[in-house]
């Protein structure tokens, strides 16, 4: 999607701090980190959110959880939390289907 800010982020067309990247997916450091290790995982292709998932683009979600472990078992992490906001009322605030992961600090539940 042209005017998509993570779309720009995946084509290399705006800088970001990469953590990993392959045909399906990229990974970044987050902008504005809420834990002391906080990187996003994204599609490269568009998705809105999770409400988007669909069997026909599924794929991408199933890779993007075998990088979250592969990421964080290459940084030695065994702790962590993966959030996916789905809305805006759910605090989405950049709508590209994105997997925050968070580490290295106590998490409270329920999340606020
Ligand atoms: P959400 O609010 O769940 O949609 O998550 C969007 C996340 O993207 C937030 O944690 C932001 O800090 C992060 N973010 C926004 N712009 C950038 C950027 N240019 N590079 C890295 N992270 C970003
Ligand atoms: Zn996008």
């Given at each position: 999607m042209s005017d998509c800010l993570f779309c720009k982020i995946a084509a290399g067309?705006?800088?970001?701090?990469?953590?990993?990247?392959?045909?399906?997916?990229?990974?970044?450091h987050d902008i504005?980190?809420?834990?002391?290790?906080?990187?996003?995982?994204?599609?490269?292709?568009h998705i809105a959110s999770c409400g988007e998932v669909t069997a026909d683009n599924s794929a991408?979600?199933?890779r993007a959880f075998e990088v979250i472990a592969r990421v964080t078992r290459e940084l030695g992490i065994t702790d962590f939390r993966v959030v996916s906001n789905c809305g805006p009322?759910?605090?989405?605030?950049?709508?590209?289907?994105?997997?925050?992961?968070?580490?290295?600090?106590?998490?409270?539940?329920?999340?606020?």
């Open positions: 067309e705006i800088p970001s701090n990469k953590v990993y990247e392959d045909e399906l997916v990229y990974a970044f504005d980190p809420q834990a002391p290790t906080h990187f996003l995982v994204i599609p490269k292709a991408v979600v199933a009322q759910a605090g989405q605030t950049v709508p590209h289907l994105h997997f925050h992961v968070l580490a290295g600090r106590d998490m409270t539940w329920p999340p606020g």
